[in-house]
């Protein structure tokens, strides 16, 4: 049986190739779509290269600038944050709102707190507000350098193995996440996704307006649990927090339309699907 969100993500790539580009000796990989409108930049989290996040792309590539990242294979925070910097330079992206989820989420923070100057608009989803517990955790507890790939490959299958077991309903993307597992990203990638959040220096203080500062969140995350989701909120005191009633840890894959309104009204487009409210915590 065809997997229709892995043929959906495939459509989407086969017209909107990868680029790569070279910044500090690193190669990052991004999708670039769109032409007029504001400027969006997307981080993924540890599983997903730029194109998982097709649905929002497809929707919003009329009407608005966006480039989708895909992590190099050496560096870490500090240095990832510096290289988008020069990319949104190298891009002409002078001003953008930057979103990022969960690996990209602490990213995306420490970008905004260091170069001000070009994040307009943060964009924190399911994410962490601090790494200083995480060396303790598997996956993050082995020797990311040396144990062997299929041990840290077998560490994620049987994780996604529950949420299958638990939530049959979204069996295609536990396939799709397996294949960006067990390939699609490739070893030296990955290693370096769970070493950057394994080392991750503590985040310096956000100076921005809290108008411009929002979070995601979903209830059922497993990843994130709801003490982390609160502390993330107290840090970065958004003035709106979107949570997701169910989705799992990827919001934008299980829940499209939603998170597409979402997106639509932090870049001040019209929205095209549900409204989120007007409270400043917003759950749908």
Not at 30 to 50: K, N
Not at 194 to 208: R, S, Y
Request: proline share 7%; charged share 25%.
């Amino acid at each position: 049986m065809t997997n229709q969100l892995i043929a959906a993500r495939d459509r989407f790539t086969a017209a909107h190739p990868e680029q790569r580009m070279t910044v500090s000796g690193r190669e990052w990989g991004y999708v670039r779509a769109g032409e007029v409108g504001p400027a969006l930049l997307l981080i993924p989290g540890t599983l997903g290269r730029g194109d998982i996040f097709w649905h929002q792309i497809e929707a919003l590539r009329n009407r608005a600038r966006i480039v989708a990242l895909t992590y190099p294979r050496s560096g870490g925070i500090a240095e990832w944050a510096a290289d988008l910097a020069e990319l949104c330079g190298e891009l002409g992206l002078d001003r953008v709102t930057v979103l990022g989820s969960s690996l990209g989420g602490y990213l995306a923070q420490y970008f905004a707190a260091t170069y001000p100057e070009i994040a307009e608009r943060l964009i924190a989803a399911n994410t962490l507000h601090s790494a200083s517990d995480v060396a303790a955790r598997p996956p993050y507890s082995s020797d990311l350098d040396n144990a062997p790939i299929d041990e840290l490959r077998a560490g994620f299958g049987r994780g996604l193995g529950l949420w299958r077991e638990s939530h049959p309903e979204q069996a295609e993307l536990v396939d799709l996440l397996m294949a960006e597992v067990n390939g699609r990203i490739p070893e030296p990638e990955l290693r370096t996704r769970l070493n950057a959040l394994k080392h991750a220096p503590e985040l310096p203080p956000v100076e921005m307006p809290r108008e411009r500062i929002a979070t995601i969140e979903t209830t059922d995350d497993p990843l994130i649990p709801e003490t982390m989701r609160r502390a993330v909120r107290a840090r970065l005191e958004p003035s709106i927090a979107y949570r997701f009633e169910w989705g799992g840890h990827f919001p934008y894959v299980t829940r499209p339309g939603l998170y597409l309104s979402l997106l639509e009204e932090q870049l001040g487009l019209p929205v095209t699907g549900e409204d989120w409210g007007e409270e400043e915590l917003r759950t749908r």
